[in-house]
């Protein structure tokens, strides 16, 4: 009979849905970022498991999140934790899902003040001053010690004066938390004509500006003349002439087609011989010869010899 009883009771656990799932966020508001903020999340019902979800994707531990071993209770630090967390309880007969959002508070931190440091006077100028806080930030300004009326993170003059130079200190606060962050920016008013924000003179960019162009002209100029004369240049070229086919290496070239000998025949030192003097000669052959006959005597020969 006991078995009995506790066999029923063991059946009708295990058929025991899932309800009443919770998220309790333990820490009190307001959740300020670096302090301990913990999400508990609870259900009736038997053997029950958890999983937690931020902005529906799956969430583990790392080191911004920590999770309990039975994934429980969730414990979060940062800013960048601000989001809407779901835990989905179940058993195998049933879920169920609980959630909330969690909005860590910080800031201000990471400010600036965006604007001119040189204008001239009668110039329009606008200061912006940002900051990263939740909730935003509320600003004030103040220049040279006096506080200037309303609470925008953009302070803005249609018409400079000279006045208007000194020192803008602009001033984040957060309201929640009441931490407080300040940035000062200097700006100096000067005379019509004397500079721009990068310190040239309107005469001195406005000639800088007309050389840039009559350059950028000239050059156009020179490119379009080019084109216009290649293009004159190769229509006649294409129209009548006969191009040649060119080909590369259309014979195939061998290093050293027939072999070089050194030296193919022997050379003789002195092949015949060279006698010095090979024919005599005669010195003194003038003096050797007989000397002219006279003219008589050659007439007597040549008579002689008639005769004869």
Same mark, same amino acid.
């Given at each position: 009979m006991v078995a009995s009883v506790v066999i029923f009771l063991t059946m009708a656990k295990l058929s025991e849905t899932v309800s009443g799932a919770t998220i309790t966020i333990t820490s009190n508001p307001p959740m300020i970022e670096g302090g301990s903020i913990t999400l508990t999340c609870d259900a009736a019902g038997f053997n029950i498991t958890r999983e937690w979800m931020k902005d529906g994707h799956p969430v583990s531990s790392g080191d911004n999140i920590i999770l309990s071993e039975d994934k429980r209770v969730l414990s979060i630090k940062k800013r960048t934790d601000? @989001?809407?967390?779901?835990? @989905?309880?179940?058993?195998?007969?049933?879920? %169920?899902?609980?959630? /909330?959002?969690?909005?860590?508070?910080?800031?201000?931190?990471?400010?600036?003040?965006?604007?001119?440091?040189? *204008?001239?006077?009668?110039?329009?100028?606008?200061?912006?001053?940002?900051? #990263?806080?939740?909730?935003?930030a509320s600003y004030t300004w103040v220049l040279?010690?006096?506080?200037?009326?309303?609470?925008?993170?953009?302070?803005? !003059?249609? !018409?400079?004066?000279?006045? /208007?130079?000194? #020192?803008?200190?602009?001033?984040?606060?957060?309201?929640?938390?009441?931490?407080?962050?300040?940035?000062?920016?200097?700006?100096?008013?000067?005379?019509?004509?004397?500079?721009?924000? /990068?310190?040239?003179?309107?005469?001195? *960019?406005?000639g800088?500006?007309?050389?840039?162009?009559?350059?950028? %002209?000239?050059?156009?100029?020179?490119?379009?003349?080019? *084109?216009?004369?290649?293009?004159?240049?190769?229509?006649?070229?294409? @129209?009548?002439?006969?191009?040649?086919?060119?080909?590369?290496?259309?014979s195939p070239v061998y290093e050293n087609p027939s072999p070089v000998y050194e030296n193919p025949s022997p050379v003789y030192e002195n092949p015949s011989p060279v006698y010095e003097n090979p024919s005599p000669v005669r010195e003194n052959t003038l003096q050797n010869q007989s000397p002219p006959l006279p003219l008589t005597d050659f007439k007597s020969t040549y008579d002689t010899r008639i005769m004869q």
């Open positions: 601000s @989001r809407e967390y779901l835990c @989905r309880v179940s058993n195998p007969v049933s879920s %169920e899902n609980a959630s /909330d959002t969690v909005n860590v508070i910080y800031g201000p931190d990471g400010m600036e003040i965006k604007g001119p440091t040189k *204008i001239e006077v009668g110039q329009k100028f606008t200061l912006t001053c940002s900051t #990263d806080s939740n909730p935003p040279n010690g006096t506080k200037i009326p309303g609470h925008s993170p953009e302070f803005t !003059k249609q !018409k400079s004066e000279y006045s /208007d130079s000194g #020192d803008y200190t602009c001033t984040a606060t957060n309201d929640v938390t009441g931490n407080k962050i300040s940035v000062v920016l200097k700006l100096s008013v000067k005379a019509v004509g004397s500079l721009t924000p /990068d310190g040239l003179s309107v005469v001195v *960019i406005t800088i500006v007309i050389i840039v162009l009559l350059v950028v %002209e000239v050059a156009v100029s020179v490119a379009v003349y080019f *084109i216009k004369t290649n293009i004159s240049y190769a229509e006649p070229m294409q @129209r009548g002439g006969s191009q040649q086919p060119v080909y590369e290496n259309p």
